[in-house]
């Protein structure tokens, strides 16, 4: 069984930059996709970026696009989020999630089957 873990979350003034890190376990990972995504207090569920875990293409949700740069080390089963120029709307709790199946759009949290626990990012004005 797969589990997901999530690391870098923290405090940061505006204009600063966090990085977040998603550690996989698990006999076999060889996901899809994987995706960040977030969920401030009394918000829905927020995407925010999705990467193809083979072949690295990319996916961001406009409100980062240019801010926010996703990657992944598939030697190390980990997965990245660099966030720079961050403001008080990036507050929130980031999830990593991981798809098993092939389901489009990547976007979308209802086609991620594989949760980490969260890390929480504040963005001080």
């Known amino acids: 069984q797969v589990q997901l873990v999530e690391s870098g979350g923290g405090l940061v003034q505006t204009g600063g930059s966090l990085r977040l890190s998603c550690a996989a376990s698990?006999?076999?990972?060889?996901?899809?996709?994987m995706g960040w995504f977030r969920q401030a207090p009394g918000k829905e569920r927020e995407f925010v970026a999705a990467?193809?875990?083979?072949?690295?293409?990319?996916v961001y949700a406009d409100s980062v696009k240019g801010r926010f740069t996703i990657s992944r080390d598939k030697g190390k089963n980990t997965l990245y989020l660099q966030m720079n120029s961050l403001k008080p709307e990036d507050t929130a709790v980031y999830c990593c999630a991981a798809q098993s199946r092939a389901l489009w759009p990547i976007n979308l949290f209802q086609h991620y089957n594989v949760w980490g626990q969260g890390t929480q990012v504040t963005v001080s004005s």
């Open positions: 698990g006999r076999t990972f060889s996901p899809y996709a």
């Open positions: 990467i193809g875990w083979n072949g690295g293409s990319t």
